[in-house]
């Protein structure tokens, strides 16, 4: 029998958290290099927002 994550890959919370924490680690990177800067650190804060989200949804289960 197929499971969730097999009819819709899309919708894999660990293919998910993955794609998050890339972006997260390239913005830190980003952020290195230019200094502060309000909109990365938004930009920063947001994605660790939605990984803790992903993490409460999964039951940790990242």
Request: aromatic share 0%; hydrophobic share 40%.
């Amino acid at each position: 029998m197929e499971t969730e994550s097999e009819r819709n890959p899309e919708q894999d919370p660990a293919r998910a958290t993955a794609h998050i924490a890339s972006a997260h680690q390239i913005l830190k990177d980003l952020q290195e290099k230019m200094g502060e800067h309000p909109e990365l650190g938004a930009a920063i804060t947001k994605l660790e927002m939605a990984l803790n989200i992903l993490a409460v949804q999964t039951g940790g289960m990242l």
